[in-house]
């Protein structure tokens, strides 16, 4: 079972280049999401999805795209690498749209833009 | 307007011991589920407990229980018995439903360690 996969676990960019961080989910889950992690600052939206084709802005969008063309795949690209988007992301999805579910989270990604 | 409120950055508890992470939550929706998630060490998020706004009785899972204060708006966590495995930062999480949207906002968290 492998739930909620986010490749690469590690990476480290240069300032301006970008990059596509892969999330896979294989439960059906409607709804997915990204987070960043920053000490102090507790897990911020950045984008979220409540089903293939449909998307939205979270707290911190702003230097990230994302898209879903399916409903196991929601990948998060950073366009133009600022030191400000090193964070650890994490990519959570859910079985519905409705309150009572919990989330589930892949392992994360350790993002270090130099 | 924050609407996730963790306000003990860091708390130290004798291990055996009960101890409350609080939690209080701001929402204008009549739907909505608060969640409590362990993060150790080594990063991933595990899942602890859940409660509805709906629910009557406070939910319970093995030794986390979450105090449930509707009108003040609080989602506690307490965990009995503190065992040294349970060092780890807690967040609080609330997904509310009225808007459709169904999106998770967390806290800042609570760093706990349990001391031996």
């Known amino acids: 079972n492998a739930g909620v996969t986010q490749t690469p676990k590690f990476q480290v960019l240069k300032t301006g280049q970008s990059m596509t961080l892969q999330c896979a989910q294989d439960?059906?889950?409607?709804?997915m999401s990204w987070y960043r992690q920053d000490p102090g600052m507790g897990l911020r939206l950045i984008h979220y999805?409540?089903?293939?084709?449909?998307?939205d802005q979270g707290e911190v969008p702003n230097g990230y795209n994302v898209s879903r063309s399916t409903t196991e795949d929601f990948p998060l690209r950073l366009l133009s690498a600022a030191p400000s988007q090193t964070s650890v992301y994490f990519c959570?999805?859910?079985?519905?749209?409705?309150?009572?579910?919990?989330?589930?989270f892949g392992q994360g990604t350790r993002l270090t833009v130099v | 307007a924050q609407k996730i409120t963790q306000t003990q950055p860091g708390m130290f508890v004798q291990e055996k011991e009960a101890v409350t992470l609080d939690c209080t939550y701001d929402?204008?929706?009549?739907?909505?589920?608060l969640f409590w998630y362990k993060q150790p060490s080594s990063g991933e998020m595990i899942f602890l407990i859940y409660?509805?706004?709906?629910?009557?009785q406070n939910a319970t899972e093995g030794r986390y229980s979450l105090n449930f204060q509707k009108a003040r708006k609080s989602a506690n966590l307490v965990i009995s018995a503190s065992q040294l495995g349970d060092s780890a930062m807690y967040f609080c999480?609330?997904?509310?439903?009225?808007?459709?949207?169904?999106?998770?906002?967390f806290g800042t968290g609570t760093r706990l360690k349990v001391l031996a």
């Open positions: 999480a609330m997904r509310e439903g009225d808007s459709g949207t169904y999106k998770y906002i």
């Open positions: 959570a999805s859910s079985y519905s749209s409705e309150g009572n579910t919990e989330a589930f």
């Open positions: 439960m059906n889950h409607e709804y």
């Open positions: 929402t204008s929706d009549q739907s909505y589920g």
């Open positions: 409660q509805g706004s709906y629910d009557e």
């Open positions: 999805s409540v089903g293939a084709g449909i998307t």
